[in-house]
Antibody
Framework: VQLVESGGTLVQPGGSLRLSCEVSGFTFSRYWMHWVRQAPGKGLVWVSRIDVDGSSIRYADSVKGRFTISRDNAKNTLYLQMNSLRAEDTGVYYC???????????WGQGTLVTVSS | SYVLAQPPSESVAPGQTARITCGGDNLRSKVVHWYQQKPGQAPVLVVYDDRDRPSGIPERFSGSKSGNTATLTISRVEAGDEADYYCQVWDSGTDHWVFGGGTKLAVL
């Protein structure tokens, strides 16, 4: 099982960014997926989750209306479109597989997003 | 929003038992998961569904719950267990996933 995030970079406040998470080693289309972030020196914060076909999606209040989670099961890839970025969105973003509608069994190595002018 | 409370830090001597707690309203009715995160690394699931261990996790790691407090117990602590530990639940009321603030375990 492997999850590889990409797309993190330095972006100005108000800017946009799209993160990707390419997975292998399991049947991607059978699992709910999540994004979790971690600000520098801080704890884990759940961001969003998507069900197997994208028909059910949830967001943390802090990103609702600004972030969009999506998936392409044919490409085994999870996405996070991030708009209207703020300094407080800075951190490492992890994608993770949900095995029990709750527990996140596998995580990527993370991709760093820095929002700064 | 739902809140999980963890002590910021715990310390334990090698070979002893570490206990990390996680508290929350009506936690007795929720399923708790635990993660270990070492510096510069991604989190690793060490206990799921209150007390089950994923394959590859040593038996020294165990989970339990009593009332509204969940506990991660690490027996025969080793230097390599020094890490941040997070509890996590799914809150059905908001349909959100919630993490505790994390506990930094120091092995003295």
């Amino acid at each position: 099982v492997q999850l590889v995030e990409s797309g993190g970079t330095l972006v100005q406040p108000g800017g946009s960014l799209r993160l990707s998470c390419e997975v292998s080693g399991f049947t991607f289309s059978r699992y709910w997926m999540h994004w979790v972030r971690q600000a520098p020196g801080k704890g884990l914060v759940w961001v969003s989750r998507i069900d197997v076909d994208g028909s059910s999606i949830r967001y943390a209040d802090s990103v609702k209306g600004r972030f969009t989670i999506s998936r392409d099961n044919a490409k085994n890839t999870l996405y996070l479109q991030m708009n209207s970025l703020r300094a407080e969105d800075t951190g490492v973003y992890y994608c993770a597989r949900d095995i029990t509608v709750g527990a996140l069994s596998n995580w990527g190595q993370g991709t760093l997003v820095t929002v700064s002018s | 929003s739902y809140v999980l409370a963890q002590p910021p830090s715990e310390s334990v001597a090698p070979g002893q038992t570490a206990r990390i707690t996680c508290g929350g309203d009506n936690l007795r009715s929720k399923v708790v998961h635990w993660y270990q995160q070492k510096p510069g690394q991604a989190p690793v699931l060490v206990v799921y569904d209150d007390r089950d261990r994923p394959s590859g996790i040593p038996e020294r790691f165990s989970g339990s719950k009593s009332g509204n407090t969940a506990t991660l117990t690490i027996s025969r602590v080793e230097a390599g267990d020094e890490a941040d530990y997070y509890c996590q639940v799914w809150d059905s009321g908001t349909d959100h996933w919630v993490f505790g603030g994390g506990t930094k375990l120091a092995v003295l």
